[in-house]
């Protein structure tokens, strides 16, 4: 089933523009709650701890780089697409790289703007695509695509301009949700019906990509994966925590520009 859900979804897509007008639509709708650690962001906030781990150590294991550091990643240009009202941005500014935040939603520019003002962070937000990134010739070292690509039109075309984005020796960093009976129960009816974590409809089980189809993406934008981890929530302690093994249902990759 997931070589022909993806195919179809590149068939319908527009080849210039990975956006889904309909998935943007959802994003723009919550725009203003995005700092509300309650609000309908909260899984988000909840999560965010975990995805920071992940990446700051792929971050710093690819360029050498130590956490202890004050600011590790000075020196490195890194890409947030998709970044949301700055979850991700703010705390890769604070770690030293020069960060350029982009997402399809233009209500969540302001509201990231306003926040690192008022965090006294220097972040370049951006209403824009990816694709527009591309086309005006940007490079970065690191690219980070969370909890994105099951929303685009186009995951292949998605991940190829996420390649040219990339310096030759760049990180991709992306997370996603896996497709699989699990997945559709925890994501879909018990985030979104049971726990009302999130409002219904927003995620689609048919646009979740499993690890073997993500892998099989990146090799064929010419990245190389180096990496992949789940991200375990823990009904008991309340906690995500990541995982070598149980990729089930949320999970992250990271690969390299060749």
């Known amino acids: 089933m997931g070589g022909s859900q993806l195919s179809a979804r590149r068939e319908m897509a527009d080849p210039a523009n990975s956006i889904d007008p309909s998935e943007v ?6 725009a203003a709650e995005w700092w509300d650690p309650n609000g309908k962001f909260k899984p ?12 700051t150590t792929q971050i710093a294991t690819q360029f050498d780089r130590d956490l202890k550091a004050p600011r590790p990643f000075e020196g490195l240009r890194l890409l947030d697409i998709g970044c949301g009202g700055g979850l991700l ?44 990134l591309a086309a005006s010739g940007e490079q970065f070292d690191v690219v980070l695509a969370m909890e994105i690509i099951e ?7 998605f991940v190829n301009t996420i390649q040219s984005l990339l310096r030759p020796g760049g990180l991709m960093l992306c997370s ?17 019906h049971v726990m009302r974590w999130l409002p219904k409809g927003t995620h689609e ?54």
């Open 25 to 30: 639509a959802k994003f723009e709708a919550m």
């Open 44 to 55: 988000l906030h909840m999560l965010n701890p975990c995805r920071l781990d992940y990446i």
């Open 89 to 132: 941005a703010e705390p890769m500014a604070r770690l030293g790289a020069t960060v350029v935040g982009a997402d399809a939603a233009e209500r969540n520019i302001p509201v990231a703007q306003l926040h690192a003002e008022q965090s006294g962070l220097e972040i370049d937000y951006r209403h824009c695509a990816a694709e527009d």
């Open 151 to 157: 929303h685009v039109a186009d995951p292949q075309g």
């Open 176 to 192: 996603t949700l896996n497709r699989n009976p699990k997945s559709y129960m925890v994501a879909i009816i018990g985030a979104e």
């Open 205 to 258: 089980w048919s646009k979740f990509i499993t690890p073997d189809e993500l892998y099989d993406l990146t090799r064929n934008a010419q990245l190389d994966p180096i990496d992949r981890r789940g991200m375990v929530f823990n009904p008991l302690s309340w906690r995500w925590s990541l995982s070598e093994r149980d990729l089930s249902v949320n999970y992250a990759i990271a690969a390299v520009k060749r």
